[in-house]
């Protein structure tokens, strides 16, 4: 009986949410609407957290292709993410379902399940933090939201990340190429990737064109020919070398990596390229972003103690080592 008074006295000074997990739904503020928003938002919400995202472009209008790994197929089949307007095929090397897709209809299929699951989203720009909140810009206006967690998946240049005042290591830079040739190919056809001491080249045929990309130090359209030629891609290489094609030059890639992936005095985590970006032609920028969606999925679920903040920054550590170390070579 006495146990049960002294119990009941001290109850009030704990919080309810330490003995009980979350009393009310875990309230997220996700800043920035690309893939590894987009992705985090939908493990968010599966995972029974209420989370609101905040992207500052209106549509999604980016047209270059982008490739995707099987395992990212696998993350999108799990989110019940609808890849109707992707490519699908097996690439020529390993034989696994790989994918291509328009990064515009690629975060437009994620929007799709984030708007089937309810998730709102509001057009603004993240500004500050302010007494834990996100201060949103908004048609001029200033509009705070109040969270529980705020995560940064706002991209390579992180407004969060900065707000956090963590730093970025600067590890390189290097320009990507890429050539969008009209070639009606009646099948579907991957080479992935190939690369050699300075150079990443890969091609991709879909029914309607050839996209052959690639990324070094310096490469042009004239250098994208020269390596095209020297893979035994003649067809490719004339086209390239003649002008035919919608090309993509001088595409500023740079390697960077966040010194920490959280600050948990914040209440605050890093997501997608505001954690690391690395070489994009390789497929590695979205496809680490969506692995790193499904790692925040299980701190969201967690108890958010020092311990969960440290497993995410050694998850996003190991992410992100592997995406540097893989590119490494192509930067300057
Ligand atoms: C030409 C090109 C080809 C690529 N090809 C591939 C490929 O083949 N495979 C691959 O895996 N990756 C590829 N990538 C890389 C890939 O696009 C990125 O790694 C990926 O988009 C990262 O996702 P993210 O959501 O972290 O960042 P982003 O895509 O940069 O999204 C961040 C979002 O945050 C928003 N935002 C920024 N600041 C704010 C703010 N203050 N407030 C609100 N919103 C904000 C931005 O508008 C943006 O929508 C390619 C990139 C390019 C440019």
């Known amino acids: 009986m006495l146990f049960l008074r002294i119990f009941f006295v001290i109850l009030p000074f704990f919080n309810l949410a330490w003995l009980s997990g979350h009393e009310r739904p875990l309230s997220i503020v996700m800043i920035g609407g690309g893939p590894a928003g987009l992705g985090a938002a939908i493990e968010a919400k599966l995972g029974g957290a209420h989370v609101t995202i905040v992207e500052k472009r209106k549509a999604y209008t980016r047209e270059q292709y982008f490739f995707l790994w099987g ?157 095209a030629f020297r893979e035994g891609w003649t067809d490719e290489a004339s086209l390239i070398a003649s002008g035919h094609g919608i090309f993509f030059e001088q595409i500023p890639v740079s390697l960077q990596q966040a010194l920490t992936f959280s600050n948990a005095e914040k209440s605050a985590i890093l997501l997608g390229d505001a954690a690391g970006t690395a070489s994009f032609l390789q497929g590695l920028g979205a496809n680490t972003a969506l692995e790193a969606a499904v790692v925040a999925g299980r701190f969201f679920t967690s108890s958010h103690t020092e311990a969960d903040y440290a497993a995410y920054n050694q998850a996003l550590q190991e992410l992100t080592d592997r995406l540097i170390s893989d590119s490494a070579f192509l930067f300057k």
């Open 71 to 227: 395992a990212s197929l696998g993350i999108l089949k799990q989110w019940d993410v609808n890849t109707a307007d992707f490519y699908l095929g097996y690439d020529d090397i390993d034989h696994e379902l790989v994918g291509v897709a328009q990064i515009k209809k690629f975060e437009r299929a994620l929007e799709e399940r984030v708007k089937e699951l309810g998730i709102p989203k509001i057009v603004g720009a993240f500004k500050e933090i302010r007494n834990k909140k996100a201060v949103i810009i908004q048609n001029g206006q200033e509009i705070e939201l109040p969270y529980d967690l705020l995560v940064g998946a706002d991209g390579e240049h992180s407004v969060v990340r900065e707000q956090l005042g963590i730093e970025c290591r600067n590890l390189g830079k290097a320009t990507g190429c890429i050539a969008v040739l009209d070639k009606k190919n009646p099948t579907l056809h991957f080479v992935l990737p190939l690369w050699s001491e300075s150079l990443f080249i890969n091609n991709i045929s879909i029914p309607s064109m050839t996209i052959i990309s690639g990324q070094s130090n310096i490469i042009n359209q004239d250098l994208l020919a020269a390596a």
